[in-house]
């Protein structure tokens, strides 16, 4: 399978294709907000030899970043990548939970942030970059720098997250609509909800 990464967002729909991660209907997602295409990203982690080299042609823009010590995902989604771009950065390499009761992320089974330490902030897909900017609070309050932000699919249209640079392995600009905007023809088609993060 093809592990190039894409030029332009219409090669990154093909590579998607390719891999099969790409849906079209009408989806509910992680931000509330509603789209026609969803991007199924355990079709691309379920290939880690492939993801891997993919990571591996963004390193060089990650050290760009400067010293990266920790690479920090939330879970479930952003683990398995977290953990292929701490291979490929020799960083050490954690995640948050989301917390069932309150639905905010926390740090378990002993990991932590020491002060000082610079932290890159992964993910698989984002879309508003949400999930990430929720671990932006407690990093702070932990002493801890955000240097930056990697994920796969960058489908934000953004080049930051908030105010943190934010490196790709492609990027795609799906239209996405706010609850009241959905326009008719996909208001018809009846809406699902992807994903394990619980929209407000």
Known sequence: MRTELPRSPEEAIELLKEYGAVDEGHFILASGKHSAY????GRLVQHPWELQRMIEQTVPQLEALGGIDV????????VPVGQQVG???????????RNSSSNELELKRGFEIREGERLLLVEDVITTGGTLLELTDFIAGKGGVVAGVFVVVNRSGKRFVGEYPVVSCMELEFPVYAPEEVPEWLAAVPAVRPGTKRVE
């Not at 969803?38 to 990203?41: D, G, L, R, T």
């Open 87 to 97: 291979l490929a950065l020799h960083a050490r390499t954690i995640y948050a939970e």
């Open 71 to 78: 690479v920090l995902s939330p879970a479930m989604g952003g």
């Open 38 to 41: 969803y991007v199924k990203k």
